[in-house]
């Protein structure tokens, strides 16, 4: 009970990340070696975090995409393979399923329960109410966190058998369509952040970089570090102008 409990307050950290600045902190490669502490296995957490940071290292939220749940996915699938005694194999097949049945509940936080929350704030904003529209997003974040925390505890209590056969309940229709869904919203949720952010002003540095990319085969560092020199000649930085409005180059003298 109290590994399940330690447990859900290493979910309930990682699903702090973005309270904290989105420093990183739900990837598997943190939270692994925290769950192999837990459980008396260091080492196996640090190599099975390592390998499942790799298998979700695509499940970002683009857009209004919500991806795979990392958090629970990653505790749950690294602390089974540990007390079962198998390898990051079995984390793997473990921790993506369950970090897709975690997101159902990810998702009804993000259509039903946010947005409800959000017109609660609307209305303080009205009456200029700032502390309480501060409560409403801590309340958020704590409801939230503590939501995922329960789920790892009980799932960790129920056991990797019972949790597994529950995943291979599920009907192959409701599962392949998930597979597709899944593979399916990232790119729309990186049309739809495309949608807001491209303008006359970027879209041929978007076009470039893709063409780097396809046809001339320019690795993806190199093209970061080419828009990187994209920025500072579109932006000048380094014009009078700039220096003026920044105090000028002795202005620490």
Known sequence: MIQALLL???AFFGNCDYALGTSLLKNPIVLGPLVGLVLGDVTKGIIIGSTLELAFIGAQSIGAFVPPNVVVGGVLGTAFAITTGKGAEVAVTLAYPIALLA????????????????????????????????????GD??????TFALLVVFGFLI??????????????????????????LPGMGFAMLAQMTLNKKVIMFFFLG??????????????????????????????????AADGGEDDDF
């Open 210 to 243: 893709f063409l780097l990319s396809a046809y001339i085969g320019v690795p993806v560092f190199g093209i970061a570090l080419l828009g990187v020199i994209a920025a500072f000649l579109k932006v000048d930085f380094f014009s009078e102008t700039a220096l």
């Open 159 to 184: 056991g990797s058998g019972q949790v597994e056969t529950l995943v291979n309940s599920i009907p192959a229709v409701i599962t392949d369509g998930l597979t597709i869904a899944t593979g399916l």
């Open 8 to 10: 859900g307050a290493i």
């Open 141 to 146: 974040g704590i409801v939230q966190s503590l």
């Open 103 to 138: 997101s159902i509940f990810e998702n009804l936080f993000m259509s039903a329960i946010f947005p409800l929350t959000g017109t609660w704030a609307d209305k303080y904003a009205e009456k200029g109410n700032y502390r309480a529209i501060e409560m409403i997003h801590i």
